[in-house]
């Protein structure tokens, strides 16, 4: 169970670097670590067996004492009776059984995480969307779309992977674009869910965010923006009616506002 947007910003993701790196792996553990979780983001839904196989995929011996070694960095120990909590009791993993094996897979703040942290490449990411189309079916179940409409752009992924523009009011600047009123209403709407969030809720707020931020630019004009218009709706293909019922959410709620300090007297 985790939290919205902003919770995987100021909390999951600073924890994770802690725990597991960021970038170029310093220890021992950071290194396994590092290999789990990159064999889940390019096999999803995996037994600690099969990842260890990715390691050592003719080598049944030392496959065996990998699985040891993910399996403690993925489920813990207990130690004289106290638990060091493993990758499962993260935000990063979730754990799923059948038939008497434990699988793991990310979840989607592990998603991000791996994007970031492990910098994954256009491939890697390409990997990551086909095996977890189902967990983000508005972004990675139309990734094949979204690539063809954006090109490069459609790996911004990246962008919200490291935490950026979500509650950032430089986009104020974009006065042609409703990007910092839509990305604004966008943390309002989920802002209860700091602390728990269903994983379906997460991914139609991070559905919202990578489409809304195909409407930014880095030089803003009123021609740019317009294109910029064009582009997400071309992006969105037969989900404009989902997406333009969030752009009416937000304009019902700057009405009320508006209509509140009209009324108040002020």
């Known amino acids: ?14 924890r994770a670097q802690a725990a597991y790196g960021h970038g170029r792996p310093q220890t021992a553990r950071e290194l396994n670590a590092q290999r789990i979780l990159g064999a889940l983001a390019a096999r999803g839904l995996s037994s600690a067996w099969e990842i260890a196989k990715v390691r050592f995929p003719n080598d049944n011996e030392h ?19 106290r638990h060091s909590p493993g990758m499962a009791d993260s935000e990063l993993v979730a754990v799923e059984e059948s038939d008497g094996t434990q699988r793991y897979r990310l979840t989607p703040h592990g998603m991000l995480y791996c994007i970031d942290s492990l910098g994954l490449g256009s491939a890697q990411i390409d990997k990551m969307a086909a095996a977890y189309a189902a967990v983000i079916p508005r972004v990675f179940g139309r990734w094949d779309e979204l690539k063809e409409a954006l090109g490069e752009d459609a790996y911004k992924v990246r962008v919200l992977a490291r935490g950026m523009l979500l509650d950032n009011p430089s986009v104020h600047r974009h006065a042609s674009s409703p990007i910092y009123e839509l990305m604004s209403y966008l943390q309002l709407k989920y802002h209860r869910n700091f602390e728990v969030m269903r994983e379906d809720d997460f991914a139609e707020q ?31 293909g037969g989900m404009r009616k989902w997406y333009s019922e969030f752009v009416e959410e937000a304009n019902a709620h700057y009405r009320a506002r508006a209509r509140a300090i009209r009324e108040s007297g002020l």
Do not use: C
Not at 74 to 81: E, K, N, P, S
Not at 215 to 234: E, G, S
């Open 1 to 14: 169970m985790h939290g919205n947007l902003l919770s995987y910003k100021l909390y999951t993701r600073p």
């Open 63 to 81: 496959s065996r004492r990998k699985e040891k070694e993910f399996r403690r960095i993925l489920q813990g120990r207990t130690d004289r009776g």
């Open 206 to 236: 991070v559905s919202y965010w990578y489409y809304t931020y195909i409407l930014y630019d880095p030089a803003p004009t009123a021609a740019r923006a317009k294109r910029r218009v064009r582009l997400l709706t071309n992006a969105l």
